[in-house]
């Protein structure tokens, strides 16, 4: 019987945070000011302890993109891609994803991500399905609206849902690999927990309920 495969993204297919990589790139070439860039890094770190009010950030985060066409922003976060992002996908993830297609699995990345990146990684990976945070655009233009539910936390299990229904799978039965302790919702709710180079809260829970950790490695970047 085939079983759905969710990955999250940051810190799990990549050895990355894209979100901060990006945001130093955004205010680099001008597009935050300093202020937006102090603040986003100031919420990364309340995000690292589980201090953060995440939706909240990400509803504001988007209003920052209010009137950027949509074609500007594929074509930045395409560069981003290409100059750094593409480098970060951990050397294991591709022996685990030739696995899981040999099992007739079906791949979807689960990611508070954008999907403008999430593509990106989903194309370049060969993964079907792209469950990620979007924001609505009118006639190109993006409004600075996030499209709810937001693909965060227990919210990703609402995506999770939506997939398995037009699947016809049951994505409790299924695989969901993360690094992050804000997604312990999913990881409680599926058949098979993958913990991926977890964060300290993670670490604990996980051994607390016997759940596989697998410490990936870091790429080499030439």
């Known amino acids: 019987m085939s079983k759905l495969v969710l990955l999250d993204l940051d810190r799990t297919i ?12 955004e205010w680099k070439l001008g597009y935050i000011t300093t202020w937006q860039l102090l603040k986003t890094l100031g ?5 690292h302890w589980g201090k953060a009010d995440v939706q909240t950030f990400l509803r504001e985060g988007g209003m920052w993109m209010a009137g950027t066409t949509e ?9 981003f891609w ?59 233009v993006l409004t ?5 539910p937001l693909c965060f936390g227990s919210e990703k299990s609402v995506h999770a849902e939506l997939l398995s229904k037009q699947l016809n799978l049951d994505w409790r ?35 607390k309920r016997g759940w596989d950790i697998l410490w990936w490695s870091e790429p080499e970047v030439v």
């Open 43 to 47: 919420w990364l770190t309340l995000y």
């Open 14 to 25: 990549l050895a990355c945070n894209s979100a901060q990589w990006w945001i130093k790139r």
């Open 71 to 79: 074609s500007d922003i594929q074509q930045r976060t395409k560069d």
């Open 82 to 140: 290409l100059e750094s992002i593409e480098q970060q996908v951990r050397p294991e993830v591709y022996a685990m994803l030739d696995w899981h297609r040999e099992q007739g699995h079906v791949l979807a990345l689960l990611t508070a991500s954008s999907n403008y990146l999430a593509d990106l990684v989903a194309a370049q990976l060969n993964i079907p399905h792209v469950l990620s945070n979007r924001m609505e655009s009118s006639e190109g």
């Open 173 to 207: 039965q299924g695989y969901f690999y993360t690094d992050s302790y804000s997604d312990l919702p999913v990881l409680e709710a599926v058949q098979y927990p993958k913990v991926i180079c977890p964060d300290q809260r993670l670490v604990r829970e996980a051994q």
């Open 144 to 148: 600075g609206k996030m499209l709810e």
